[in-house]
C-alpha cells in the first residue's frame, strides 16, 4: 500500500505556492499543509499561446530545428545507500514500512539530540569515490545546509559543502547499439554524502500534507556529473551506469522507482558553435531511464523551438516536472535568484579523516567494476551486443564468469545464457539467481554437447529441467539413458530397419525424390528416441538410400 | 547528626528571612564546627550524605523532607525552579535508598543527593522547555546522558532550574516564564543563564546541580551566587541531551557548594558517551580519592604550582572591589607556595566579538527546529510559511531572536568570510595563546565576572553592556579548557556584601584533579584557602 501511495504522490504535481494546515495528532507526528493546487495549471496558462500545427508536422519541425543546437546536459544523482542503519542514528530504514515508525529522537530532530556518523557511510562513500576514478579528500567534513521545510526535521540538512569526499573523477560507458552504439566517458565533478529528508504525504484533494519521517537521516551519496551529456539516451546510459556500479558495490539497490537512485537532470541548449551556456532548466520527478531520456529530448525539443520561434527569453531558471501521463514538462517553480542556505561546518561532528591505508585496503577489496567487466568480455572475442548483455547485470556476469571458471567455451557459454536461459527467466520472472541450474553444471552440459555425449537437441530439453529442477547434467543423462548414439554399426541397423519399414517411401526416393531423405532421418531420430547423432545419421543414411544395400 | 546536612547556617541569616544582622561566615562550610575528624573534603555535602545514610546517622526520606521544605519555604522568594518534583516521587525515591541501605544492599555513590537540573537538559519524567515558550510543556522521551548517569549513582532530581532562553543570557532575566532572583539580595540578578541551578545550590534547595556553560553561563551565576561552578573540559561530558545553543561550545557543568561536590557531580557525568560524537575518549580519573584531609597539609602546600594571573582580566572596567578580592587571593595562593606571576593575553579582548559572532552562527542554525510542525506551541495557520513565522514569532523571546538574526547574518553569504570564518580564525588564535600560557603555568586565574551580581533590570536594555559581562569567560569556552569558579570574597551591596568569584583555568582535561602529583591537593586546598579568605 504504501509504495503505492509514495508513487503516487512523486507524480502529484508539487504546489508552487505551498500554503499549510498543520495541525498536530497525538503529539508529535503529523502535521498537514494545504496546497493551492491549480497553481500548475495556471501557470501553463499563462505562457503565450504556441503556434498551431499539426501534431505530425510540429515533430517535423521540431527534429529539424533541434537539429541547428546543441544540448547541455548534467546530472546530479542521489544515490540511497543500503546501510543497516540510517547515516546518524541506529534506526533501521526500509521502505514502505508505515509512515514514522523508522524514527527516533535524533532523526526526528528533538531537542538535544546528537548525530553519530555511520561508520559504513563512509565505507560507501570511498568505494563510489573509487569506482568513478575520484580524487579522494583524505580530510573532509560535514557542513549544515539550512533551509526550512516540513520533511526537514533539524531545519538543516548534514551535508557536504566546499570540501566533499571525492571530487574529478570520470565514467566509461558504451551505448547500446540500438541507439548507435560507441563509447562515451563523463566527467563527474563531485561526490558527497549527506542525509535525506523526510516525505510529505498530500491527501488527495490538496487539503493538507502529512509528513511521514521514516526516510529522514537515510544516508545518501550524492554524484555531481560535469556537463558532458548531448542527448536523452546520453543522460539516460549514464544514469544507468550509476546504477550498474552501486549495484556492483553493494551500496546501494539503485532502485529508482523506490527512490533510492534518483536524478536531477539540467539541461540547457545553445546554438550550434556558440560557446557560451544558455539558460539551464532543472527537470525531476524522473522515476526511470527511459523518462530521463523522454524528459531530456522533450525539453530540448521545447527550448529549440523557443530559441526559433524568437522567444528564447521565456526559457528562464527554473525547476520543472516531468509528467509521465502527458509526456511533457511543467513548470514547478521558479527560481527567485540563489538560495541562500548558509552552510556551515556540523560542529557536532568530527571532520572525516581517511588514511591511505584505509583508502588501499578498499580499494583492493573492490570488485571488478562494470566498465573494467565489458573491455574484459569485449577482449575475449564476444560482440559488443554480448558484451552489454552481460556485464548489465552483475549477477548474470557472475554467473557467465563461473560457468566460463568451469571450463566452458565461452561463446557457447554466452549463447545459452543469453538465449534459452534469458528466455525462461523473462518467462517465468526470475533472476538468474533465482534459476536452480549451476553455473558448473551449464558448463558441463556445454561440454557433454561439444564432445557429443549428447545431441544438442537433448540438451535443450534437459536444460528446462535443470532450470526448474536442479540436478546434475551427468545424474539426468543416465537416468534418461540419453547418451548419444555415435556408433555406426548401430545407426546403421536402425536405418535398415526403417527403410525396411517404408518400401513405398524407398521407392520413391529412387526415383528422384531426394527430399524424402528428410522423413526417413527423422523416422530414425524418432526410433532412436533423439539419441542419434546427426551427422552420421544422416551420412550412412545417404550411402544406404543411394548405395545398393 | 541531621544537622550535617541541613541548610547551612548562612541561609538562616538569608535575607529571606529578614534576620540580615548578626552573623558569621562559613559561607562553604556546610555544616559543623570544625573538629577533628572534618578534613577540606569532608566540606563536600555529597560525602557527608553519604557518610549519614551509611552510618544510619540519617534516612534519605529525613533528609529530603528537609530539603523539600527548605524549598518550599524559599522557591516563592528566589523562583529558581520552572518545575519542582512531585514531592511524592521524590519521597518515594528516598524511601527505596532507607530501604536498600535497611536491607544492607549496596546504594549508588549519590544516593539520596537531591540534584537539580537546568531546564536545558532534558529529563525523560517532567518538562524540558529550555526557558522558552516555544517548548512550554514540552516532556522529552529521553534523558540526558548526564541526567541518566546521576539517576542511575541513585541521586534524586528534584526539579528544572530557571535559565536565560536557551541559555542566552547572563542574567535568567532572558526567561520566558519568571525572574530569578539573587539569594544574597533578592534585588539583584543571580547571574545567567544557569542562574536557577546557581541560586538553588546557594539557598540550599538541592545539594548540587548541573548547568550548562556556552560563554560562562555557569562560572558566572557560581560568582554571583557564591558557589562554586565548574565548567568541564569541552567534551568531558556528554552533551548528549542538552539542548544546543552553540555546539562547538556548549558544556554541562557542575554546581556545588565545595569544590569537593563538584568534582565527584563532574566524576559522576563524565566520561565518552556513543551518543555524542564530541565527547572525548578520555579516561575520567577518580577525583574523589585525590581529596585528603586538611589537617594532614603542610604550611606550604602548593610549594612551586605555577599560577599565572591574566593581566588583561584585572585591567580597566573591572569592579575595585572585585580587582581587590582577586588580589587577595592571588596573594593567599602565594603564601600557600604558589610561584605567582602575570601573564598575558593578548588576543583576550577579541574573544568577546569571536564568541558572539560564533554563538550566534551555531544558534541560528541549532534553533531552526523549533518550526512548531512536531513539538512544542505551534501557531494555527492555513500557509506553511505564516506558520513557521508565526510560531517563532510568538515562540521566541527577543534575546533568542536577536542572536539568529545576528547569526544568520553572519552566516550569510558575502558575509561569511568576514564574521564566521574570521571568527574562527581569532579562536584558533586565543586557543592557542592559551595553550603558550599553559605550558608555562599550571593553572591561570582570573576574575569570573567584571562586577559582582548587579540589579535586575540593571542591563535588561542595555545588551552590550550584559554581553560585555561575558568578557571573563567566553575565552575558555572558544579554547575549550576546564575552569573552576569559587568564591574568594566579597564586595560591598546587598545586606550582607555580594560574593565574587575567582576563576581558575586549567589546561584541556586537566580538571583540577589530574594535576602531577605533587599537587594532587590542591584541589581541597581551594576550600581551605576560600574560607580563609573570608
Known amino acids: ?549 | 547528626m541531621l544537622s550535617t546536612i541541613q541548610p547551612p547556617r548562612y541561609l538562616s541569616r538569608f535575607p529571606l528571612r529578614g534576620r540580615t544582622k548578626s552573623r558569621s561566615f562559613h559561607i562553604l562550610s556546610s555544616a559543623q564546627p570544625v573538629t577533628k575528624t572534618c578534613f577540606a573534603a569532608d566540606k563536600s555535602q555529597i560525602l557527608s550524605i553519604r557518610d549519614s545514610l551509611l552510618n544510619r546517622h540519617l534516612s534519605a526520606v529525613e533528609l529530603t523532607h528537609s530539603y523539600l521544605d527548605r524549598l518550599k519555604q524559599t522557591e516563592p522568594h528566589i523562583n529558581c525552579f520552572l518545575h519542582v518534583s512531585d514531592p511524592d516521587k521524590v519521597l518515594k525515591q528516598a524511601q527505596d535508598i532507607d530501604d536498600k541501605i535497611k536491607r544492607n544492599e549496596e546504594v549508588g555513590p549519590l544516593a539520596g543527593v537531591l540534584v537539580a537540573i537546568k531546564d536545558n537538559i532534558c529529563t525523560a519524567d517532567m518538562p524540558s522547555t529550555g526557558g522558552s515558550y516555544i517548548l512550554e510543556g514540552y516532556r522529552p522521551p529521553f534523558d540526558a546522558t548526564a541526567v541518566k548517569r546521576l539517576k542511575d549513582l541513585g541521586a534524586i532530581v528534584v526539579g528544572k532550574t530557571n535559565l536565560d532562553e536557551f541559555g542566552m543570557g547572563s542574567t535568567t532575566e532572558a526567561s520566558a516564564f519568571k525572574v530569578t532572583a539573587n539569594p544574597w539580595d533578592l534585588s539583584r540578578v543571580p547571574g545567567g543563564s544557569s542562574g536557577g541551578s546557581a541560586a538553588s545550590v546557594s539557598a540550599r534547595q538541592c545539594v548540587v546541580s548541573l548547568g550548562s556553560d556556552t560563554g560562562g553561563s555557569v562560572r558566572q551565576p557560581a560568582s554571583f551566587c557564591g558557589v562554586v561552578g565548574l565548567k568541564p573540559t569541552y567534551g568531558r561530558v556528554s552533551r548528549f541531551g542538552l539542548m544546543a545553543y552553540a555546539s562547538s561550545l556548549d558544556v554541562i557543568g557542575c554546581f556545588g557548594s565545595s569544590v569537593a561536590d563538584t568534582g565527584i557531580l563532574l566524576h559522576a557525568i563524565s566520561g565518552h558517551d556513543s551518543l555524542d560524537a564530541t565527547s572525548s575518549k578520555r579516561e575520567v580519573p577518580d577525583f574523589t580519592s585525590q581529596f585528603t584531609y586538611a589537617s594532614s597539609l603542610k604550611s606550604r602546600p602548593l610549594e612551586g604550582l605555577r599560577v599565572g594571573l591574566i593581566r588583561e582580566t584585572v585591567d580597566a572596567g573591572v569592579d575595585s572591589g572585585v580587582k581587590s578580592a582577586i588580589e587577595g587571593a592571588a596573594a593567599h595562593l602565594e603564601q600557600l607556595g604558589c610561584v605567582l606571576k602575570e601573564v598575558s593575553l593578548p588576543s583576550f579582548s577579541l574573544g568577546l566579538p569571536a564568541y558572539y559572532i560564533l554563538a550566534s552562527s551555531e544558534s541560528s542554525s541549532n534553533l531552526s527546529r523549533y518550526d512548531g510542525v512536531r513539538y512544542g506551541n505551534q501557531a494555527s495557520s492555513d500557509e506553511l510559511n505564516v506558520l513557521y513565522e508565526e510560531s517563532r514569532a510568538k515562540g521566541f523571546g527577543s534575546e533568542v531572536k536577536m542572536r539568529i538574526l545576528m547569526g544568520t547574518y553572519a552566516l550569510s553569504a558575502g558575509y561569511y568570510d568576514a564574521y564566521y570564518k574570521r571568527a574562527q580564525q581569532v579562536r584558533t588564535i586565543i586557543r592557542k595563546s592559551f595553550k603558550a600560557a599553559l605550558d608555562e603555568n599550571d593553572i591561570l586565574i582570573s576574575p569570573a565576572a567584571p562586577s559582582a551580581a548587579y540589579k535586575i533590570g540593571e542591563k535588561k536594555n542595555d545588551p552590550l553592556a550584559m554581553y560585555a559581562g561575558d568578557i571573563m569567560t567566553v575565552n575558555v569556552n572558544l579554547a575549550g579548557l576546564p575552569a573552576l569558579v569559587l568564591p574568594c570574597g566579597f564586595v560591598e551591596g546587598g545586606a550582607v556584601g555580594l560574593p565574587v568569584g575567582l576563576q581558575i583555568i586549567g589546561a584541556a582535561f586537566d580538571e583540577w584533579c589530574e594535576l602531577p602529583a605533587k599537587f594532587a591537593k590542591h584541589k581541597c586546598l581551594l576550600n581551605g584557602f576560600f574560607e580563609r579568605n573570608l
Open chain 1, 1 to 549: 500500500m504504501a509504495s503505492t501511495l509514495f508513487r503516487t504522490i512523486q507524480i502529484h504535481p508539487f504546489f508552487l505556492y505551498p500554503t499549510a494546515l498543520f495541525s498536530r495528532r497525538n503529539g508529535v507526528l503529523y502535521c498537514t499543509m494545504k496546497s493551492s493546487q491549480t497553481q500548475t495549471a495556471t501557470q501553463e496558462k499563462q505562457q503565450p499561446p504556441k503556434v498551431k500545427v499539426p501534431q505530425h508536422a510540429l515533430k517535423k519541425t521540431v527534429d529539424k530545428i533541434t537539429r541547428d543546437y546543441e544540448a547541455i546536459i548534467g546530472i546530479e544523482t542521489h544515490v540511497q545507500l543500503s546501510t543497516l542503519t540510517k547515516a546518524f542514528c541506529s534506526c533501521p530504514y526500509n521502505y514502505g514500512s508505515q509512515p514514522n515508525t523508522n524514527i527516533c529522537p535524533i532523526c526526528m530532530g528533538l531537542p538535544g539530540a546528537l548525530p553519530v556518523l555511520n561508520s559504513k557511510v563512509i565505507e560507501f562513500a570511498v568505494k563510489l569515490g573509487l569506482a568513478l576514478n575520484c580524487k579522494l579528500s583524505l580530510n573532509s567534513k560535514f557542513d549544515r545546509k539550512q533551509y526550512f521545510y516540513p520533511d526537514l526535521p533539524k531545519g538543516y540538512q548534514i551535508s557536504q559543502f566546499d570540501i566533499p569526499i571525492a571530487t574529478g573523477g570520470y565514467v566509461d560507458l558504451d551505448l547500446p547499439l540500438e541507439f548507435g552504439g560507441g563509447h562515451r566517458k563523463f566527467g563527474i565533478t563531485r561526490v558527497h554524502m549527506e542525509e535525506d529528508a523526510g516525505k510529505l504525504l498530500h491527501s488527495g484533494n490538496g487539503d493538507y500534507s502529512q509528513v511521514d519521517l521514516n526516510r529522514a537521516g537515510v544516508p545518501l551519496l550524492e554524484i555531481v556529473s560535469e556537463p558532458d551529456m548531448r542527448t536523452g539516451i546520453e543522460a539516460a546510459e549514464y544514469a544507468a551506469e550509476l546504477q550498474r556500479v552501486v549495484r556492483y558495490l553493494g551500496i546501494s539497490n539503485g532502485n529508482m522507482q523506490e527512490g533510492s537512485l534518483r536524478c536531477d537532470v539540467n539541461v540547457s541548449i545553445r546554438p550550434v558553435g556558440q560557446s557560451e551556456f544558455g539558460t539551464k532548466v532543472e527537470i525531476k520527478n524522473l522515476n526511470s531511464f527511459s523518462s530521463i531520456n523522454r524528459a531530456i529530448d522533450f525539453e530540448i525539443s521545447r527550448q529549440a523551438l523557443l530559441h526559433s520561434q524568437g522567444q528564447s527569453d521565456q526559457i528562464v531558471q527554473e525547476t520543472r516536472l516531468w509528467e509521465e501521463g502527458a509526456q511533457k514538462t511543467v513548470t514547478m517553480r521558479k527560481k527567485e535568484g540563489l538560495s541562500d542556505y548558509r552552510y556551515f561546518p556540523e560542529p557536532n561532528l568530527p571532520e572525516v579523516i581517511l588514511t591511505q591505508e584505509y583508502v588501499d585496503s578498499i580499494s583492493n577489496s573492490l570488485p571488478e567494476l562494470p566498465e573494467a567487466k565489458r573491455r574484459r568480455y569485449e577482449k575475449m572475442g564476444l560482440s559488443m551486443q554480448d558484451v552489454l548483455f552481460l556485464a548489465n547485470d552483475m549477477n548474470v556476469a557472475e554467473y557467465f564468469d563461473e560457468t566460463l571458471s568451469s571450463g566452458a567455451d565461452i561463446k557457447l557459454a554466452a549463447n545459452w545464457i543469453m538465449g534459452d536461459i534469458a528466455a525462461y527467466m523473462k518467462n517465468k520472472k526470475l533472476s538468474i539467481n533465482d534459476i536452480k541450474l549451476t553455473p558448473q553444471e551449464l558448463a558441463e552440459l556445454i561440454a557433454s554437447i561439444k564432445s557429443g555425449t549428447i545431441s544438442g537437441k537433448i540438451g535443450k530439453e534437459i536444460l528446462s529441467e535443470l532450470l526448474a529442477k536442479g540436478g546434475t547434467v551427468k545424474g539426468l543423462i543416465e537416468e534418461k539413458d540419453l547418451i548419444q548414439i555415435a556408433d555406426p554399426v548401430e545407426i546403421g541397423k536402425m536405418i535398415d530397419k526403417v527403410i525396411s519399414e517404408n518400401p513405398k517411401q524407398l521407392e520413391q526416393y529412387r526415383s528422384g525424390k531426394t527430399k524424402l531423405q528428410g522423413f526417413f532421418a527423422g523416422q530414425v531420430m524418432k526410433l532412436s528416441k533423439g539419441k542419434a547423432n546427426p551427422g552420421l545419421l544422416n551420412k550412412i543414411l545417404l550411402e544406404k538410400l543411394n548405395g545398393q544395400s
